[in-house]
Nanobody, 121 residues
Protein backbone atom coordinates (compact mmCIF):
# COMPACT_ATOMS: atom_id res chain seq x y z
CA UNK A 1 0.00 0.00 0.00
CA UNK A 2 1.26 3.45 -0.87
CA UNK A 3 -0.13 6.43 1.01
CA UNK A 4 -0.20 10.04 -0.12
CA UNK A 5 -1.14 12.67 2.45
CA UNK A 6 -2.28 16.14 1.44
CA UNK A 7 -4.25 19.13 2.66
CA UNK A 8 -1.83 20.76 5.04
CA UNK A 9 -1.25 24.47 5.12
CA UNK A 10 -1.23 27.63 7.19
CA UNK A 11 -4.33 28.47 9.20
CA UNK A 12 -5.15 30.85 12.00
CA UNK A 13 -6.03 29.61 15.45
CA UNK A 14 -9.67 28.59 15.58
CA UNK A 15 -9.69 27.66 11.92
CA UNK A 16 -10.17 24.33 10.19
CA UNK A 17 -8.35 22.07 7.79
CA UNK A 18 -9.12 18.72 6.28
CA UNK A 19 -6.27 16.35 5.57
CA UNK A 20 -6.61 13.56 3.08
CA UNK A 21 -4.67 10.35 2.74
CA UNK A 22 -5.10 8.53 -0.55
CA UNK A 23 -4.14 4.88 -0.65
CA UNK A 24 -3.12 2.91 -3.69
CA UNK A 25 -3.92 -0.75 -4.13
CA UNK A 26 -7.05 -2.80 -3.75
CA UNK A 27 -6.49 -3.81 -0.12
CA UNK A 28 -7.43 -0.49 1.48
CA UNK A 29 -10.38 -1.98 3.35
CA UNK A 30 -8.18 -4.56 5.04
CA UNK A 31 -6.21 -1.93 6.94
CA UNK A 32 -6.92 0.12 9.99
CA UNK A 33 -5.73 3.68 9.44
CA UNK A 34 -4.02 6.03 11.80
CA UNK A 35 -2.95 9.65 11.91
CA UNK A 36 0.19 10.75 13.70
CA UNK A 37 1.96 14.07 14.01
CA UNK A 38 5.41 15.31 14.77
CA UNK A 39 6.07 18.82 15.98
CA UNK A 40 9.52 20.41 15.64
CA UNK A 41 11.87 18.98 18.22
CA UNK A 42 9.36 16.48 19.48
CA UNK A 43 8.67 12.81 18.98
CA UNK A 44 5.98 11.56 16.68
CA UNK A 45 2.69 11.14 18.50
CA UNK A 46 -0.59 9.40 17.89
CA UNK A 47 -3.52 11.58 16.89
CA UNK A 48 -6.28 9.13 16.06
CA UNK A 49 -7.25 5.97 14.27
CA UNK A 50 -10.14 4.40 12.44
CA UNK A 51 -11.03 0.76 12.10
CA UNK A 52 -11.13 -1.17 8.84
CA UNK A 53 -14.87 -0.80 8.55
CA UNK A 54 -14.88 2.80 9.67
CA UNK A 55 -17.28 2.01 12.48
CA UNK A 56 -14.81 2.70 15.25
CA UNK A 57 -12.53 5.65 15.90
CA UNK A 58 -10.15 6.55 18.69
CA UNK A 59 -8.47 9.86 19.47
CA UNK A 60 -5.76 11.41 21.53
CA UNK A 61 -7.38 13.24 24.44
CA UNK A 62 -6.23 16.68 23.36
CA UNK A 63 -7.97 16.45 19.99
CA UNK A 64 -11.22 14.80 21.07
CA UNK A 65 -14.18 16.89 20.04
CA UNK A 66 -12.08 18.87 17.58
CA UNK A 67 -10.73 16.25 15.16
CA UNK A 68 -12.71 13.65 13.25
CA UNK A 69 -11.38 10.74 11.23
CA UNK A 70 -13.41 9.19 8.45
CA UNK A 71 -12.76 6.94 5.49
CA UNK A 72 -14.24 6.54 2.05
CA UNK A 73 -13.72 3.05 0.72
CA UNK A 74 -14.88 3.98 -2.76
CA UNK A 75 -12.11 6.56 -2.97
CA UNK A 76 -9.52 4.60 -0.98
CA UNK A 77 -9.10 7.69 1.15
CA UNK A 78 -9.03 8.49 4.84
CA UNK A 79 -9.66 11.98 6.14
CA UNK A 80 -8.71 13.98 9.19
CA UNK A 81 -11.07 16.88 9.75
CA UNK A 82 -9.48 19.34 12.14
CA UNK A 83 -11.58 22.09 13.68
CA UNK A 84 -10.81 24.75 16.27
CA UNK A 85 -7.12 24.42 15.55
CA UNK A 86 -4.62 25.61 18.12
CA UNK A 87 -0.98 26.65 17.75
CA UNK A 88 0.02 23.47 19.58
CA UNK A 89 -1.49 21.47 16.72
CA UNK A 90 1.34 22.69 14.49
CA UNK A 91 3.18 19.64 13.18
CA UNK A 92 3.83 17.43 10.22
CA UNK A 93 0.90 15.04 10.01
CA UNK A 94 1.34 11.49 8.80
CA UNK A 95 -1.16 8.85 7.83
CA UNK A 96 -0.42 5.20 8.33
CA UNK A 97 -1.95 1.82 7.57
CA UNK A 98 -1.76 -1.27 9.73
CA UNK A 99 -3.44 -4.58 10.39
CA UNK A 100 -4.81 -3.44 13.70
CA UNK A 101 -5.68 -0.04 15.06
CA UNK A 102 -3.00 1.08 17.48
CA UNK A 103 -1.79 4.17 19.29
CA UNK A 104 1.80 3.10 18.66
CA UNK A 105 3.81 3.83 15.54
CA UNK A 106 5.01 0.23 15.59
CA UNK A 107 1.45 -0.89 14.97
CA UNK A 108 1.52 0.46 11.44
CA UNK A 109 3.29 -0.94 8.42
CA UNK A 110 2.81 1.69 5.75
CA UNK A 111 3.32 5.42 6.07
CA UNK A 112 2.57 8.46 3.99
CA UNK A 113 5.12 11.20 3.44
CA UNK A 114 3.57 13.75 5.79
CA UNK A 115 1.88 17.08 5.29
CA UNK A 116 2.71 20.22 7.26
CA UNK A 117 0.05 21.98 9.29
CA UNK A 118 0.94 25.37 10.74
CA UNK A 119 -1.46 27.13 13.08
CA UNK A 120 -0.74 30.77 13.78
CA UNK A 121 -1.85 32.50 16.95
Amino acid sequence: VQLQASGGGLVQAGGSLRLSCAASGRSFNTYAMGWFRQAPGKEREFVGSISRSGSSTYYKDSVKGRFTISRDSAKNTVYLQMNDLKPEDTAVYYCAAGNFGSTLSSGYTYWGQGTLVTVSS
